[in-house]
């Protein structure tokens, strides 16, 4: 049980990995079929998921195979040991005849127990454990100490980027300046940075380089209360 256990676990991660991948794809196509068919690109999406599936499938075959190599024949391996034990033990005591009924039972109740090993050694539940304990284990979000309210809604940003991934920035050394009371739309492609503007502005990442100022202070020295409440007498800039 041990080593299907350490065989089977990194095989069970790619299955998980591979069928969430093809759930993001499907929701990906169902929800931008509009814009997918407008642009003409039904053919490289249909290859991404054929390449996923096609992924699932070699790790699905691999998960198979070692149950079969493995986790069954142990299984029925230790269902015939106990039904021979039981003929032996019987044959040997010198016991009187058993009857068909409780031989059936036995026979059945062997059968139920097999179910219950198996659930005990699938790694489905663990790998899917580890992906959520994986998020609920990470870093909480550090925020200020600076307890004052905001007095404006003047925003400076300077030199800043910002990279979801470390070797790929989406922001690159943006200035931007708004006073207070001022109203700023920012306006592009889908995928330019306005929403990752905004978020970061909110505090929901952390950027790599440059500074966020609100009201002259630094976004980070700020505490969550402070960025989350704003006072209804004080006159904030807009940002569209």
Same mark, same amino acid.
């Given at each position: 049980?041990?080593?299907?256990?350490?065989?089977?676990?990194?095989?069970?991660?790619?299955?998980?990995?591979?069928?969430?991948?093809?759930?993001?794809?499907?929701?990906?196509?169902?929800?931008?079929?509009?814009?997918?068919?407008?642009?003409?690109?039904?053919?490289?999406?249909?290859?991404?998921?054929?390449?996923?599936?096609?992924?699932?499938?070699?790790?699905?075959?691999?998960? #198979?195979?070692?149950?079969? +190599?493995? =986790?069954?024949?142990?299984?029925?391996?230790? $269902?015939?040991?106990?039904?021979?034990? @039981? /003929?032996?033990?019987?044959?040997?005591?010198?016991?009187?005849?058993?009857?068909?009924?409780?031989?059936?039972?036995?026979?059945?109740?062997?059968?139920? #127990?097999?179910?219950?090993? +198996?659930? =005990?050694?699938?790694?489905?539940?663990?790998? $899917?454990?580890?992906?959520?304990?994986? @998020? /609920?284990?990470?870093?909480?979000?550090?925020?200020?100490?600076?307890?004052?309210?905001?007095?404006?809604?003047?925003?400076?940003?300077?030199?800043?980027?910002?990279?979801?991934?470390?070797?790929?920035?989406?922001?690159?050394?943006?200035?931007?300046?708004?006073?207070?009371?001022?109203?700023?739309?920012?306006?592009?492609?889908?995928?330019?940075?306005?929403?990752?503007?905004?978020?970061?502005?909110?505090?929901?990442?952390?950027?790599?380089?440059?500074?966020?100022?609100?009201?002259?202070?630094?976004?980070?020295?700020?505490?969550?209360?402070?960025?989350?409440?704003?006072?209804?007498?004080?006159?904030?800039?807009?940002?569209?």
């Amino acid at each position: 049980m041990v080593i299907y256990q350490r065989l089977s676990t990194p095989i069970v991660r790619r299955v998980c990995t591979y069928l969430a991948d093809i759930n993001d794809g499907f929701n990906e196509i169902i929800n931008g079929m509009t814009i997918i068919q407008q642009l003409r690109q039904r053919a490289r999406f249909g290859e991404k998921m054929l390449a996923v599936n096609r992924q699932h499938y070699i790790a699905r075959m691999q998960a #198979l195979k070692l149950d079969s +190599i493995l =986790l069954r024949p142990l299984l029925n391996l230790f $269902s015939a040991l106990t039904l021979c034990g @039981l /003929i032996l033990l019987f044959g040997f005591k010198g016991i009187d005849v058993i009857g068909v009924g409780v031989l059936y039972a036995f026979i059945n109740y062997l059968g139920r #127990l097999n179910e219950p090993l +198996i659930k =005990l050694t699938s790694q489905q539940a663990v790998v $899917s454990g580890e992906r959520i304990f994986e @998020l /609920i284990d990470s870093p909480r979000q550090c925020y200020g100490c600076d307890q004052l309210p905001l007095l404006s809604g003047r925003v400076d940003m300077k030199k800043l980027s910002f990279a979801y991934r470390d070797d790929k920035y989406v922001l690159y050394d943006i200035d931007l300046q708004i006073e207070d009371n001022e109203f700023v739309a920012l306006v592009g492609h889908t995928g330019r940075g306005k929403s990752t503007i905004t978020n970061l502005l909110m505090g929901y990442y952390p950027w790599q380089k440059g500074q966020i100022l609100l009201d002259g202070r630094p976004l980070s020295s700020l505490s969550h209360q402070v960025l989350r409440n704003l006072l209804p007498s004080c006159s904030k800039s807009r940002l569209f």
